[in-house]
Structures are given as structure tokens and as C-alpha cells.
């Protein structure tokens, strides 16, 4: 495939100075070089971005339809989201949260206290998704500890599952792409079956049987499950029912197991409910929130625990404390900013909003899914994927090219595309998204 041809002279010095001095995530750097060769994967250079588009260096715009790695949630630089940054900023910028406290992050925890109906009480700050997931697992081993069982150090997940790429967090995700390199350095969980609802009710039965069976076997050796509620976004945007959160949550407390709700991807409205577990009414013992939960302005994570979990951690002793910081932890920019949009999210007529932002997006993607023999066209909340199972190896990469030609960000996950838009996108946007993905797949199956 011929090189983009909108890279203005400006963006391709952007790009070219980029590759020579930056260290790319999630990237093979070697197929973005040299720049401007013809079969290299080129980068798009971003000059200001605004709602749901993003805008080059040559002024042309491109629709962010998997909202900047899932993070932009009514679109970027969202105005009450940017005044209550500005107004913070005029106030103060960072101080440390051991030792000190301040209003941002003060009334950021007491809102999600409230938002979960006082049952998750207890917010410890940090900076991003992979870092929620550490503090959650050495939370429920320290917890168990505190409580006197020490032997309780072992975690449950599920096929599939994703939850971060630091090495705790390595530990429990099945995404092999991500765990083959580091594998010596993992201390490996227990994988078990995922009730992906493309396989139908028997797949949650076995996920369900599998896991009773292991805790009635091994629950004086793990200290919790952790799932990512309703969606496995990176593992293939994998769906479940409410039924299985809920049969997890009974045997969790059957066995004396805490429970952990990786909601960074999920959480803040993308399911259609401000919290992905609340499709299930249920309650996890630590929850983990990322991504969206600013706006998508800047990195915060926050896990929420019970009173239960917080007061084991209550004594003389240290040790006993939870030692676990960063830096900017509670940062009061982060805070703020989450603040804003969370009182964005609990505005009237939200969940109807959401609803039909992914009715629109679903309704417009099925005929272009038919036409291409795609397979489980699916969505939760406003998040809208299907299967192409004829897809070439190379799909990914190919579509990505393709989708910036013609005006879209699009990073397809293996043979599946998806979308995942900003809250803040029109109709005539829904339609451009969705036109782009049609010339996209023309292009390239």
C-alpha cells in the first residue's frame, strides 16, 4: 500500500523527528522506519484536536472512533472539562497526598463513595490502569494477610482478560502477544474459561463451573478474582452477561474470596451505565478505574475498596499499613478534571444519550458487517464490534493505514473492528464514521 499521501511538509517532519527521538507504545518501532518509505507504517502527526476529531498539521481532520485508546469520553478538550482544570491550576498544581490532603482529591473520593452507594468507600489514587491493577492485587494479598491467612496469595482470572502490562498485572492477563516476552519474570495466576457470549449459554456455564471447582478446591490459596465487568476490551472486545458477574460475586463470598472489577476500560458510561457492574446488581470488593474517568485530559486511576478491606489494613503496626505510593498520587489537576466528569455523567438523560449514540453506530455498522461476511456483530453500551474470520494476518495494520485516508482513527483488534466514540458525536458523525469504515474495508479486504 502507497504511503498516505495528506502529510503535509510540517507533519513529516514531525513524524521523522518523532521516530528518531521516541520510543513508541505498543509498537513494533521497526515498521514505522525509515520514514516516508513507501512500505513503512507511518505515524500521524496531531496538531489540536477538538470533540471527536483530531486535526493534522495540514488541517485535516480525522475522527477518533476508539477515543484515543478508550481514555476521551465526550470528546477532546472538552470545555467544563478544560475550565475546571484551568480554574485548579490557578490554585495548586501538585502536592503530595501522604501526609497532606486538598479539595480535589477530598471531594473526587467522596463522590464515587456516594456513586456507589456508600458500599465502596475507600479511594487510593494513582496514575494509570496497570498501576490500579497492582494496587488491587497487593491490596487483597495484603488483605488476607492482615487477616491471617497468609497463604492467600493466588489470583483468578479469565481467558482472555487484559489488565495491564506492568508485571503484576502481566500476571493476570491472558493476551499472550503482550505476556510471551516477560513470561519467566510472571508469577502466573489461574486462567480459567470466559463466558463469551459468542459461544452462547454453555460457555458461561463452563466458566461458571470452572471456577466453583477451582475454589472449592484451592480458596485457602487465592486471595481474589479479578474480571473485567460486561467487556474484555484488548482480548477482542469479548461480551458477557450480567448473569456471570453475578454468579461470581455468590461464589466469591461462598469461599471467602475477594472480588475485583477491572472497570478502567469499562467504567464511566461505556456500557451504558456509569459503573459496567451495575448491568449485574452487584458490588466488588476493590474496583479499578482508569482511562475516561478524567475526561481523557490527564492519567489518573483510583481503586475503590469496602470498609471491610480498609479497616483490616487499621493498626499500630506499619507493616500492617498499606505502603503502597506514586508520586502524583491524587494529583489535584487529575482530580478536578475527574470531578467535572463526573458530574458530566450524572447529568439528566445521560444513560439515554449513551444508548442511543451506540444504537446509531450498531444500526449503521450491520449492513456494512453483512456485506463483508462478518461474524457477531455485538454491542454494550456505546461499544460496537463484529468479527471479519477471513481477514489476512495483516489486517490491522492495513486498516489503520487505510482508515487515515480516508479521515478516521481506527486500530482494529486482531480480526475485530470496533468502535468506541466519544460521547459528544452527532449523527452526521455516526455516518462519517461509519462511511470511513466502509471505504476502509473496501480498501483492504
Known amino acids: 500500500m502507497?504511503?498516505?499521501?495528506?502529510?503535509?511538509?510540517?507533519?513529516?517532519?514531525?513524524?521523522?523527528?518523532?521516530?528518531?527521538?521516541?520510543?513508541?507504545?505498543?509498537t513494533q518501532m521497526q515498521r514505522h522506519l525509515p520514514a516516508g518509505d513507501p512500505n513503512a507504517l507511518p505515524l500521524l502527526p496531531v496538531a489540536r484536536a477538538a470533540g471527536p476529531w483530531l486535526y493534522g498539521f495540514d488541517g485535516r481532520a480525522y475522527y477518533d472512533a476508539i477515543s484515543s485508546w478508550w481514555t476521551t469520553?465526550?470528546?477532546?478538550?472538552?470545555?467544563?472539562?478544560?475550565?475546571?482544570?484551568?480554574?485548579?491550576?490557578?490554585?495548586?498544581?501538585?502536592?503530595?497526598?501522604?501526609g497532606c490532603t486538598h479539595a480535589a482529591a477530598v471531594e473526587l473520593a467522596e463522590r464515587l463513595r456516594a456513586l456507589t452507594g456508600g458500599q465502596l468507600g475507600h479511594a487510593f489514587f494513582a496514575s494509570d490502569g496497570a498501576s490500579a491493577t497492582e494496587i488491587a492485587l497487593k491490596m487483597a494479598a495484603h488483605y488476607a494477610r492482615n487477616r491471617g491467612f497468609p497463604c492467600k496469595t493466588g489470583f483468578v482470572c479469565f481467558a482472555g482478560g487484559y489488565h495491564g502490562e506492568t508485571i503484576g498485572a502481566l500476571g493476570v492477563t491472558d493476551v499472550p502477544l503482550?505476556?510471551?516476552?516477560?513470561?519467566?519474570?510472571?508469577?502466573?495466576?489461574?486462567?480459567?474459561?470466559?463466558?463469551?457470549?459468542?459461544?452462547?449459554p454453555p460457555a458461561l456455564e463452563r466458566a461458571v463451573c470452572a471456577l466453583r471447582s477451582h475454589?472449592?478446591?484451592?480458596?485457602?490459596?487465592?486471595?481474589?478474582?479479578?474480571?473485567?465487568?460486561?467487556?474484555?476490551?484488548?482480548?477482542?472486545?469479548?461480551?458477557?452477561?450480567?448473569?456471570?458477574?453475578?454468579?461470581?460475586?455468590?461464589?466469591?463470598?461462598?469461599?471467602?474470596?475477594?472480588?475485583?472489577?477491572?472497570?478502567?476500560a469499562v467504567g464511566c458510561g461505556r456500557t451504558g451505565r456509569l459503573f459496567a457492574h451495575e448491568?449485574?446488581?452487584?458490588?466488588?470488593?476493590?474496583?479499578?478505574?482508569?482511562?475516561?474517568?478524567?475526561?481523557?485530559?490527564l492519567p489518573l486511576?483510583?481503586?475503590?475498596?469496602?470498609?471491610?478491606?480498609?479497616?483490616?489494613?487499621?493498626?499500630?503496626?506499619?507493616?500492617?499499613?498499606?505502603?503502597?505510593?506514586?508520586?502524583?498520587?491524587?494529583?489535584?489537576?487529575?482530580?478536578?478534571a475527574a470531578c467535572a466528569t463526573l458530574a458530566l455523567l450524572e447529568e439528566p438523560g445521560i444513560p439515554e444519550r449513551l444508548e442511543a449514540l451506540g444504537a446509531a453506530f450498531e444500526r449503521a455498522l450491520a449492513?456494512?458487517?453483512?456485506?463483508?461476511?462478518?461474524?457477531?456483530?455485538?454491542?454494550?453500551g456505546t461499544l460496537v464490534a463484529f468479527d471479519?474470520?477471513?481477514?489476512?494476518?495483516?489486517?490491522?495494520?492495513?486498516?489503520?493505514?487505510?482508515?487515515?485516508?480516508?479521515?478516521?482513527?481506527?486500530?482494529?483488534?486482531?480480526?475485530?473492528?470496533?468502535?468506541?466514540?466519544?460521547?459528544?458525536?452527532?449523527?452526521e458523525e455516526v455516518d462519517f464514521a461509519c462511511e470511513a469504515i466502509v471505504r476502509t474495508l473496501a480498501d483492504v479486504l
Open 178 to 200: 503482550f505476556r510471551q516476552a516477560y513470561e519467566p519474570l510472571l508469577r502466573p495466576a489461574t486462567i480459567l474459561p470466559c463466558p463469551d457470549a459468542r459461544l452462547g
Open 367 to 380: 449492513p456494512i458487517a453483512a456485506q463483508h461476511g462478518a461474524a457477531h456483530l455485538r454491542r454494550c
Open 301 to 336: 486511576a483510583v481503586v475503590l475498596t469496602t470498609d471491610e478491606v480498609f479497616e483490616a489494613f487499621l493498626d499500630e503496626r506499619i507493616e500492617r499499613g498499606f505502603l503502597h505510593s506514586h508520586s502524583y498520587t491524587g494529583n489535584p489537576l487529575a482530580c478536578r
Open 388 to 427: 471479519l474470520p477471513k481477514a489476512a494476518e495483516d489486517f490491522p495494520r492495513r486498516a489503520a493505514v487505510a482508515a487515515l485516508e480516508h479521515g478516521l482513527l481506527l486500530r482494529p483488534l486482531g480480526r475485530t473492528v470496533y468502535v468506541m466514540p466519544p460521547y459528544e458525536t452527532r449523527p
Open 215 to 264: 475454589l472449592q478446591a484451592h480458596a485457602e490459596e487465592v486471595a481474589a478474582v479479578i474480571v473485567e465487568p460486561m467487556v474484555q476490551c484488548a482480548g477482542g472486545m469479548i461480551m458477557h452477561s450480567p448473569e456471570f458477574l453475578r454468579c461470581v460475586r455468590r461464589l466469591c463470598d461462598e469461599y471467602g474470596v475477594l472480588l475485583i472489577f477491572d472497570e478502567i
Open 279 to 297: 448491568h449485574a446488581g452487584v458490588r466488588p470488593d476493590l474496583l479499578c478505574l482508569s482511562k475516561g474517568i478524567t475526561g481523557g485530559t
Open 73 to 98: 469520553l465526550f470528546g477532546h478538550r472538552h470545555p467544563p472539562i478544560i475550565a475546571a482544570i484551568k480554574e485548579q491550576l490557578d490554585t495548586l498544581d501538585h502536592v503530595l497526598l501522604a
Open 2 to 26: 502507497e504511503a498516505p499521501s495528506f502529510f503535509a511538509k510540517e507533519a513529516g517532519q514531525w513524524e521523522r523527528r518523532s521516530l528518531e527521538a521516541v520510543w513508541h507504545p505498543c
